[in-house]
């Protein structure tokens, strides 16, 4: 049995930051499906969020009010106000590090504007922010290498659980199919988002919901699953995204007609509009057959920029829609449509990272988790840009620190190494003996296709209730279907099934939480309840497993300076 | 319907690789990866390759088509497509293979180990950033968009007979800390860099700039650091001293002396390595290959002498 202080799964923002903290005393191991440089961090482009003031003078008090007005107010309040006061520190360290960052003319790191935030507050590194971080900090983890054991390659199936302590988790080298046993005194997940679950989507095919799944699958809840970001401009059938960052510099979004419709939906904030409010204007002009040639797609305008400014502050993605469209950014407009890129709900923790079970704050001992992954929630009910990396790398940090206090000087749990092995060896027999008809490929495409069109942007109970029945429909002939790869080594076939049984199950989570929410608020947009509902519904919720299926609860939002008013921008 | 060559390999089942043929329509618009996951998705899901971002920035999905690597998923896979409509997929080169188009990437990533690659700096860090001015911020720019996809490693030609070569790479991450304003070990970097294996091996064939899909073009990134370690004085190598010797050699006649060159670029007091260059002479003499003892300028050697002073000035 392979044994460390402490286990981290995931190696992006958050696991990383989390590493460099826990390895100042303890024995770290960190484990990736892939490896640490290819995480989704890095796909990141606009910049990470700090009231650091380098351009405009700004505070983390208008921070804090940006962040919970572009939430909804469902962002628990003290977790953002300590969030928000330790950006500038935490942007501050990473450049201590070496993470490159572009330059003020006098030297001070570049700050741009974002969409929700009122002072421009995005610290960027050209367009590739997520990027540079990354690396910065897999360079301190290679610095460290001594007390950070890295593993790349392996898969994390299932926690290794006793009572209300989590003693492991059971893994799998993709590289030779060997199942192991990692025991360490407390375990942290960083393990990102799913967005792999809608049809069009920014995230990385690793972003697969096997974190929050697994945490699921031991008993924990799941908080506020319902609310998923969409993001103004993915570019359009692919879905990759493109920053931002190209409104933040000015750039303008056309309809059909050649119009700036935001005009009509945020006069004040006009292209810079949260992401919720830029995507449903978005879909709402593609719906009333404002889309470029009546298609699913409007015009991001970035031409007015000059090819001067494009080349400096936006290389990266410029490059990007030329290989994936053909298309230069200097020349002409590109088409784009809101594509699945966040989500602000996960595992439920304390302000500490800690692992909690219920809205009375009961811990799952030794059990952490930080980054998309989590929610804290500072996000609430949309999260606005920059506010991600901050969000992975402030609570990475704090997740580090929490476990450090946890795991030190306490001893190992009890682990029944041969039994937990079994488990998940039983998982992959069951895989490997179907002999059904069925196509996972078929199965997957289906459930993207249902979730981006009755679970999406615009989402009302028909579309819902048929949504879940179309998922359970699918989970059950999850079960008939076979595999062709029969093999141990690096076999991606069998990954890619586990996988889709993990989406599967979150796909049910968020579309039966999003039926429940019978208000709309932030990325959650019901057409049958359009109007947010703060007497029944100015609370987070909490997905339970049960033998009866899924049961919703709740758990109080956290206010302490803003009281709830309305959205307008 | 184009032709998808794919060498297969897994070990479990055969030793040797073979190539495998699938048909398959290219989709409007699909990437490359599209076409490999079209591939296993319908058609044989045991085929394995690595891949996650889809939008060439993680670095996953590099393998060689056509015998050039690249990013499968940066690439329209109509335009890979050969006159007999084929493409034809491999794992990339340099590193062993696993299965199908997984290759092993722990050499790649012991040499990116073996740079030092972070930032060593100079003094306590003040509370706030340190300053950095746009322009020191440019030097380090084109390298910190590396994304560690190997396609440089994989076609690197000097690679190909030399394990000990660090390799493109880590050598254009290398220069993001040579050139890093922030960074205070430039002496010890360049001079470790001019070891055996590191920049003084590259053969400038430039086929890492080629193959490399961002702007980080590990060769041109190898020429700062050469010029950085001239700089620092950094001459007591072959390498080093093989550069200043051509240089001067142009600068004396205008063009080069091959009788000099390599005594000068072994070192004039270096008796083994002098003594190491006589059999090769004595081939060159057999096969009446040796230059002319006596060694003639140009005629027009005084504009080229014009030229090094004005860019010396």
Redesign the interface.
């Known amino acids: 049995m392979i044994q460390h202080d402490v286990v981290i799964v995931g190696a992006g923002l958050a696991g990383m930051r989390c590493a460099l903290e826990a390895c100042k005393e303890l024995d770290v191991a960190v484990l990736t499906k892939?490896?640490p440089?290819?995480?989704?961090s890095?796909?990141a482009q606009g910049g990470i969020a700090a009231s650091?003031g380098n351009s405009e003078p700004d505070s983390w008090e208008e921070h804090m009010f940006d962040t919970v007005k572009g939430g909804d107010f469902l962002n628990d309040q003290d977790a953002v106000e300590e969030y928000v006061k330790a950006a500038?520190r935490i942007?501050?360290e990473l450049?201590?590090?070496?993470c490159?960052?572009?330059?003020?003319?006098?030297?001070?790191?570049a700050q741009r504007s974002f969409g929700g935030h009122s002072k421009p507050r995005a610290c960027f590194?050209?367009d590739?922010t997520g990027?540079?971080i990354l690396?910065a900090l897999h360079?301190?983890l290679?610095?460290n290498?001594r007390s950070v054991k890295i593993y790349n390659e392996w898969y994390m199936h299932s926690l290794v659980i006793d009572g209300d302590q989590c003693n492991g988790v059971i893994v799998s080298n993709i590289?030779t199919g060997e199942v192991e046993v990692i025991r360490a005194k407390a375990v942290v997940f960083c393990t990102g988002g799913y967005g792999r679950v809608f049809k069009i989507t920014?995230n990385?095919?690793?972003s697969t919901a096997d974190g929050v799944m697994a945490a699921f699958e031991v008993g924990i809840p799941l908080e506020d699953p319902e609310f998923v970001q969409f993001h103004p401009s993915g570019l359009y059938?692919?879905g990759?995204?493109f920053s931002e960052a190209a409104r933040g510099e000015g750039a303008y979004l056309l309809n059909d007609k050649g119009e700036r419709f935001m005009e009509t939906y945020a006069p004040s904030r006009m292209e810079l509009a949260p992401r919720d409010i830029v995507a449903r204007a978005e879909q709402s002009e593609m719906d009333a057959g404002r889309g470029i040639n009546g298609e699913d797609c409007i015009h991001l305008d970035l031409r007015h920029l000059g090819e001067a400014r494009i080349m400096e502050r936006l290389?990266?993605i410029r490059?990007?829609a030329i290989?994936?469209?053909?298309i230069d950014c200097v020349t002409d407009p590109l088409p784009i449509q809101p594509t699945a890129h966040y989500s602000m709900g996960g595992i439920p923790v304390d302000n500490n990272c800690h692992v909690i079970l219920d809205s009375e704050g009961t811990k799952m001992h030794g059990f952490f988790a930080a980054g998309e992954c989590a929610c804290v929630s500072v996000h609430g009910g949309n999260r606005l840009g920059t506010n991600s990396l901050l969000d992975a790398v402030v609570f990475g940090e704090r997740a580090g620190k929490s476990v450090l206090e946890y795991a030190r000087g306490r001893d190992f749990g009890n682990v029944n190494e041969g039994q937990e092995k079994a488990r998940v060896l039983e998982k992959f027999e069951d895989i490997f003996q179907r002999e059904g008809s069925e196509?996972?490929?078929q199965i997957r495409d289906e459930m993207k296709e249902i979730m981006m069109s009755h679970c999406g942007v615009f989402r009302d109970e028909q579309r819902l209730k048929t949504c879940i029945e179309t998922l359970k429909g699918l989970q059950e002939r999850f079960k008939k279907g076979k595999?062709?790869?029969k093999?141990?080594?690096?076999?991606?076939?069998i990954y890619e099934i586990m996988e889709l049984g993990n989406m599967l199950g979150m796909a049910v989570i968020i579309a039966t939480a999003a039926l429940e929410r019978r208000e709309s608020r932030g990325g959650h947009y019901r057409t049958d309840f359009p109007k947010r509902d703060d007497k029944k519904f100015l609370y987070h919720s909490m997905v339970y497993d049960s033998p009866d299926g899924l049961v919703i609860k709740t758990k109080p939002v956290v206010i302490t300076k803003y009281q709830p008013a309305e959205r307008t921008y | 319907m184009a032709t998808f060559r794919i060498k297969r390999f897994n070990p479990e089942k055969q030793p040797e690789p073979y190539f495998e043929e699938f048909q398959l329509d290219i989709p409007d618009g699909a990437t490359l990866l599209d076409c490999m996951n079209q591939i296993k998705w319908t058609l044989d899901g045991s085929l394995s390759y690595r891949m996650s971002c889809r939008s060439a920035i993680c670095g996953s999905c590099a393998v060689k088509s056509n015998g050039h690597a690249l990013l499968a998923c940066q690439r329209q896979a109509e335009h890979l497509v050969d006159n007999n409509d084929t493409i034809t997929l491999e794992p990339l080169g340099n590193m062993k293979p696993v299965k199908d188009l997984v290759v092993d990437f722990t050499p790649f990533w012991d040499k990116v180990n073996k740079i030092k690659p972070y930032l060593e700096p100079k003094e306590e860090p003040p509370v706030k950033e340190r300053r950095q001015s746009q322009e020191e911020f440019l030097v380090i720019d084109d390298a910190s968009t590396c994304i560690m996809c190997g396609a440089c490693y994989s076609d690197c030609n000097t690679l190909e007979v030399d394990d000990n070569f660090l390799g493109p790479a880590a050598l254009a991450k290398a220069q993001r800390f040579v050139g890093d304003s922030r960074d205070s070990k430039t002496l010890q970097r360049v001079q470790d860099l001019s070891e055996p294996g590191g920049i003084w091996d590259c053969t400038h064939c430039a086929e890492c700039v080629e193959r490399c899909p961002k702007p980080a073009r590990p060769f041109d990134r190898i020429k700062e650091i050469m010029t950085v370690a001239l700089e620092e004085g950094v001459h007591n190598n072959n390498g080093a001293r093989h550069a200043l010797s051509f240089t001067n050699s142009v600068k004396r006649s205008g063009n080069l002396n091959e009788n000099r060159i390599p005594v000068e670029s072994m070192g004039i007091f270096n008796i083994p390595g002098l003594l190491s260059l006589i059999p090769v002479g004595l081939r060159m003499l057999l096969k009446g290959k040796v230059p002319p003892i006596l060694h003639h300028s140009i005629e027009e050697v005084r504009d080229v002498k014009r030229i090094f002073k004005e860019l010396d000035q």
């Not at chain 1, 440089?37 to 989704?40: F, G, K, L, T, W």
């Not at chain 1, 290989?323 to 053909?326: C, E, K, M, Q």
């Open positions: 892939v490896y440089s290819r995480s989704h890095g796909a650091l500038p942007i501050y450049e201590h590090m070496g490159v960052f572009s330059r003020t003319p006098e030297g001070k790191i590194s050209a590739r990027h540079a690396h360079e301190q290679m610095k290498s590289q920014s990385a095919f690793a059938r692919q990759i995204l290389p990266q490059q990007l290989d994936f469209l053909g196509s996972y490929n595999v062709t790869d093999g141990k080594l690096f076999n991606t076939e």
